[in-house]
């Protein structure tokens, strides 16, 4: 019996750090370093490390340690359209006033 072997450049994903411009480009900030708790496994991680499935007509990030959709980016003409229903919370850092 054979295996086949995947490739990096044959991973269905990509890390987090894909949705870094694209969400940079709506909010004006990086938000890779925000944190997402899974609404499916109750684990916070830094947006940079979810799984960012990114052959599609938007972006869709999954949970790597439960694989639930945490977030969906898909931007149409003139606007775009963030879904965090799969996200309990959001954590974003605040600059030192």
Known sequence: MSTTNIGAD?????????LAGPLGEIIGTD???AELTC???RMT???AAMRVFDRAPGLVA??????DVVMRLVRTTGRALVD???SLVVSLPVPNA
Do not use: H, I, K
């Not at 999954?62 to 694989?67: D, T, V």
């Open 84 to 86: 965090l229903r799969g």
């Open 10 to 18: 044959d991973a269905p994903w990509v890390d987090g750090n894909a």
């Open 39 to 41: 609404a499916g496994c």
């Open 62 to 67: 999954r949970c790597p340690g439960c694989e």
């Open 31 to 33: 938000l890779t370093v």
């Open 45 to 47: 991680r830094p947006l």
